[in-house]
């Protein structure tokens, strides 16, 4: 296996949104034409399909795919919770670095409002606890540990919404600079979590096109080739004592895994990151993983909120699509939009939220169940 020898040469996406009206297959066509048509690629030039989604019947992967106008080549589904489109992107990145295929499209596409309203099994008791409630005392144990405010909460949201506005695939596009008292004066979620610190639910599709490094250059010759430099998939481990809570993220040493196995596979380290994508479904999240992926000390999260170090023109600036709360969280799409996000960032393609002379981005998802899938991306 070649893992430097693998290129993500297209991407395209959505908006994601409450789209009511609009059928899951539409959604997950006008992602994989988008991103066939960034590739400079046709249907023809495709050798397998993996396609990730969450929330639909068992056949709406395959048949998507076809309506899409791909036919006769392998259809595989994958589904992992939240990081569904980031394990989907991993099949992907293997098939071509073993050599089995060439070309691959991910497509990832999602209808959280076709399950609004249902409610979970009262038999399973893993599902008692909803993720807000229990990423609230993610929030109340850090604040009894460090002393985190309400505040910091507060500013990790108001940076995310505004990299949002700058989006014009994300859900949430505020028309005003958000400020961090307006997060706090949003309605009240779960203590001391607001609406505005909390990704929404919505619809969407997102896709990427996944081949062999040196075909990209074929296709796209005037563009710099972004690669994937490592890839790492991991699931909660047993230790004497531990709790399994299955509908949400695992423990911490999840994500501290997800690094150490990044840093290995890559051979880079924090200090060369110029980016980073992670699962901030709830605004604590964000704060954790400063910590947990190696982007400041442990307790030092707080202080890097106060000085901006994770945002606008800061050390490594998070979430620069928005993150989950405002681009937006639809399940099956959400890993491939961090993949949108940071293949156009390489590419010196962002617009007004570029990061300047980005080389090296990471992405990290969670998965409920609980898995953690995190991927390092380079341009060459």
């Given amino acids: 296996m070649d893992r430097n020898k693998v290129a ?3 991407v395209g ?35 397998a399909v993996y396609v990730g989604h969450i929330f639909l019947t068992p056949m709406a992967g395959v048949r998507t795919v076809k309506e899409l106008g791909v036919t006769g080549v392998p259809v595989q589904r994958i589904e992992n919770a939240s990081a569904t489109g980031s394990c989907a992107l991993r099949e992907a990145y293997m098939a ?26 009262p038999q399973d008791m893993d599902e008692a606890i909803l993720p807000a409630g229990f990423f609230a005392m993610w929030a109340t ?55 505005m610190m909390s990704c929404p639910i919505g619809d969407g599709g997102a896709a990427a ?3 062999r490094a040196d075909l990209a250059k074929r296709y796209q010759p005037d563009r710099p080739v972004v690669t994937i430099a ?4 991991g699931s909660e481990k047993y230790e004497r004592g531990h709790l399994f809570m299955g509908p949400v993220v695992g423990p911490a040493q999840m994500s501290r895994d997800a690094a150490k196995d990044l840093w290995e596979q890559s051979g880079l380290g924090p200090e060369d990151i110029d980016l980073v994508q992670v699962h901030d479904a709830f605004a604590i999240e964000e704060l954790e993983y400063y910590e947990l992926l190696g982007f400041c000390r442990e307790g030092e999260a707080e202080q890097g909120i106060e000085e901006g170090w ?30 949108w996000e940071t293949t156009l960032q390489l590419r010196g393609e962002a617009g007004k939220r570029q990061v300047p002379n980005a080389k090296a981005g990471l992405c990290h998802m969670m998965g409920g169940g609980s898995v953690c899938a995190a991927h390092i991306l380079v341009r060459e």
């Fill in 310 to 339: 994770f945002g606008p023109g800061g050390k490594v600036p998070f979430s620069t699509d928005g993150g989950l709360i405002a681009r937006g969280h639809p399940g099956g799409p959400t890993g491939l939009a961090q993949i």
């Fill in 209 to 211: 096109i996944v081949c």
């Fill in 13 to 47: 996406m959505t908006r994601f949104g409450m789209n009511y009206e609009t059928h899951h297959s539409v959604m997950g066509r006008d992602a994989g034409l988008a991103a066939l048509d960034d590739a400079g690629m046709t249907f023809a030039d495709i050798d």
């Fill in 96 to 121: 071509v670095a073993a050599g089995w295929y060439d070309r691959v499209l991910v497509l990832g596409f999602d209808k959280m409002t076709n399950v609004m309203g249902s409610m979970p099994n």
């Fill in 8 to 10: 993500i040469l297209g």
């Fill in 230 to 233: 490592a890839s790492h998939l």
């Fill in 141 to 195: 144990r850090r604040m009894h540990e460090r002393g985190t405010k309400p505040e910091h909460l507060a500013k990790i949201a108001a940076k995310n919404w505004n990299y949002g506005a700058l989006n014009p695939f994300a859900q949430r596009q505020a028309q005003e600079t958000v400020t961090p008292e307006k997060v706090l004066a949003a309605k009240m979620v779960a203590w001391p979590l607001t609406a």
